[in-house]
């Protein structure tokens, strides 16, 4: 499909506390690498995310800023058996597990007037669909968890949804590169098929009303 001029933000994140390399941020830089959406017209703003809070929303809004069409973020989940595509971000991080500065929230909220929960604004289905022609294992996921993966997600949409039209915005987790559930170059096939499905639908967004979900 010969895509109209767009404008994709991709993410993923550094290391943090247990995770010295994170896959996310390693299929980031392989999408950037690829010569495919250019060809297709497509511009990639891409950046690998600072595991830590603050440092993480500043490089996020450096993005955003660029006001892209669609945005789609990686992370990655300790306990995954599976690819996830979260539908739900919600107000809320964890007192428990410091982020790679090794500070800890003080509350459990991320913001203290914010909604209690944010839905995925794309169809989350398409994504997971297109992960799954992959021939890896892609399921829709509420929990996004509560470190900076959910925070990162849920940010995203706050600050994009005063936007005219507000872009799709999606997160996915992947599991980590040690288990032996994906390699390394599953995931990557898996992050370029969710970045090509999410510039196909924010260009039929632009032609026709989307429904999110």
Not at 122 to 144: F, K, Q, Y
Request: aromatic share 6%.
């Amino acid at each position: 499909m010969t895509l109209p001029r767009l404008r994709i933000a991709v993410a993923g994140f550094g290391p943090f506390p247990g995770v010295p390399k994170n896959p996310s941020g390693e299929i980031v830089r392989a999408i950037t690498k690829l010569r495919r959406f250019p060809a297709a017209g497509v511009l990639l703003d891409t950046a690998i995310l600072t595991t830590a809070y603050g440092e993480a929303e500043r490089q996020l809004e450096i993005l955003l800023a660029k006001s892209p069409d669609a945005v789609v973020l990686f992370g990655v989940a300790g306990r995954a058996r599976h690819i996830r595509v979260e539908t739900i971000a919600r107000n809320r991080a964890s007192l428990l597990h410091p982020d790679h500065a090794r500070y800890t929230p003080a509350t459990r909220k991320l913001d203290a007037a914010g909604a209690t929960a944010l839905k995925v604004r794309g169809p989350a289905i398409g994504i997971r669909n297109a992960i799954r022609n992959t021939g890896a294992r892609a399921e829709l996921s509420v929990d996004a968890g509560s470190y900076l993966c959910n925070a990162v997600f849920y940010r995203a949409l706050t600050a994009t949804a005063v936007q005219k039209p507000a872009p799709l915005t999606f997160f996915i987790h992947v599991p980590p590169a040690d288990t032996g559930i994906l390699s390394m170059n599953m995931m990557i096939r898996a992050g370029e098929a969710a970045v090509w499905a999410a510039a196909n639908e924010a260009a039929k967004a632009r032609i026709v009303p989307r429904r999110d979900g």
